[in-house]
Nanobody, 114 residues
Framework: QVQLLESGGGLVQPGGSLSLSCVAS????????MAWFRQPPGKERELVTF??????SNYADSVKGRFTISRPNAKNLVLQMNSLKAEDTAVYFC?????????WGQGTQVTVAS
């Protein structure tokens, strides 16, 4: 079992920056990849970015060049979000996968508005 806890959400103006953190606990040695998903109001959950245990990362086209994912150690996952837009408003979820199971955090709200 892996437990995930996100933090760092909040209200930010368009063009601003925000950093989200996710702390993993439990069987963290079993984690293969980690990711950030988001669910905008009234829409489906979507993949934002992921990073593998080998350090490979990829991004949704909508956030390329603006968001950066990093995993500084086995327990922590960070999403640096720059040049935020209104359409980035969503609940952001941390995800971890151990080849068998997807684990999810409870989500953190990000609102981009003036």
């Amino acid at each position: 079992q892996v437990q995930l806890l996100e933090s760092g959400g909040g209200l930010v103006q368009p063009g601003g920056s925000l950093s989200l953190s996710c702390v993993a606990s439990g069987m963290i040695g079993s984690i293969n990849s980690m990711a950030w998903f988001r669910q905008p109001p009234g829409k489906e959950r979507e993949l934002v970015t992921f990073i593998t245990s080998g350090g490979y990362s990829n991004y949704a086209d909508s956030v390329k060049g603006r968001f950066t994912i990093s995993r500084p150690n086995a327990k922590n996952l960070v999403l640096q979000m720059n040049s935020l837009k209104a359409e980035d408003t969503a609940v952001y979820f941390c995800n971890a996968n151990d080849y068998k199971v997807d684990y999810w955090g409870q989500g953190t709200q990000v609102t981009v508005a003036s």
